[in-house]
């Protein structure tokens, strides 16, 4: 017992020190990654469910090595968070987003909110409000077309903060809007005390609506409760008609998913955009 033990506990810290290096490597190459320029951006469409159309898009970030498929961002973001190195990705994002938004505008499109995703050590960094107000200027991206997702967990430990930090970020006219709903410390006092916008439910409630009575038991409260607080309400991860016929049914005010578009380079999307958007 005790030999095998001993296997046991070697396996067990080879198997760790793989990982650590494999992380290693992982953290080099995003670095290199980030001044070699390997980082894309796709959007995918927010649609309106009154009018049907599009009036936003949610900028998604890639990872594309060259000659090497195209990694998604649940392989990078996360190593990116540990290491510090989602503060100047982030600004990358919000900055290539914010001058794809300003583009659209000079082109002519119908207004878009452009949404950007920030994490958890963005949110946390001292001079966020400084970047993006200085990417703001720098892009000439109106405020109001500017949309921020941040997550539940962000706010949990430093409450008070949290609000300041949010009504900073708000001031100019910037939109907030909680991503994944429903998945976090869903500590419901901080809605009505949080200046925020617009509730995204999660996909993994929206995938069931077809035929869990759960899902859309928490869809349709969470619908219900965000026109009671006069927050809009946006459903993740649509896919399918019967899904989207119980959304509309309970009033869900923007959809987002496969059903409509996937994300796709900005390229890709605007002749789309130019045939679905206001
Ligand atoms: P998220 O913010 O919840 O983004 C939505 C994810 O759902 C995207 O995955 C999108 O491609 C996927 N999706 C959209 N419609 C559908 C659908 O109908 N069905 C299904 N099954 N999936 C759908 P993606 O692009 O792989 O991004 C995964 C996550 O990575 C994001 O989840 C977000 O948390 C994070 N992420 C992506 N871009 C950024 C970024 O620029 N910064 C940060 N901090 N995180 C990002
Ligand atoms: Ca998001
Ligand atoms: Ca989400
Ligand atoms: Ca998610």
């Known amino acids: 017992a005790k030999k095998e033990g001993r296997s046991t506990y070697r396996y067990h810290t080879e198997a760790l020190s793989i990982a650590a290096n494999e992380r290693l490597v992982m953290e080099t190459r995003l670095r290199h990654a980030l ?3 390997e980082f894309v951006l796709h959007y995918q469409p927010l649609i309106d469910a009154h009018s049907g159309r599009a009036v936003g898009v949610e900028a998604l970030v890639r990872w594309q090595p060259p000659g090497e498929a195209i990694v998604p961002p649940g392989k990078f973001i996360p190593i990116a968070e540990e290491t510090g190195l989602i503060v100047p990705l982030g600004e990358w994002v919000l900055r290539t987003a914010c001058a794809q938004g300003r583009a659209w505008i000079d082109a002519g499109f119908a207004p878009l909110v452009m949404a950007v ?12 409000a400084e970047v993006i107000q200085r990417v703001l200027e720098e892009t000439k991206l109106p405020a109001a077309c500017l949309e921020l997702e941040l997550t539940e967990s962000m706010f949990m430990e430093h409450a ?8 900073t970020l708000k001031a100019p006219g910037i939109q907030l809007a909680i ?5 976090g ?3 419901l006092t901080y809605l009505k005390r949080f200046p925020i916008d617009k509730l995204k439910i999660d996909q993994s409630f929206v995938r069931g609506l077809a035929h869990d009575p759960n899902d859309r038991e928490i869809a349709a409260t969470i619908i219900a ?3 009671g607080l006069k927050l809009s309400v946006l459903a993740e991860g649509v896919e399918s ?3 989207l016929a119980f959304l509309r049914q309970h009033g869900c005010d923007y959809y987002q998913g496969f059903l409509f578009h996937r994300p796709a380079p900005a390229k890709e999307l605007e002749a789309w955009l130019r045939e679905h958007s206001a």
């Open 35 to 37: 001044t070699a320029g």
């Open 117 to 128: 995703n920030l994490s958890v050590r963005q949110f946390q960094s001292e001079n966020l």
């Open 160 to 167: 008070e903060r949290s609000i300041d930090t949010l009504k």
């Open 179 to 183: 991503d994944d709903f429903g998945t």
């Open 185 to 187: 410390y869903s500590s």
């Open 225 to 227: 409760m965000a026109r």
């Open 241 to 243: 008609e019967q899904q």
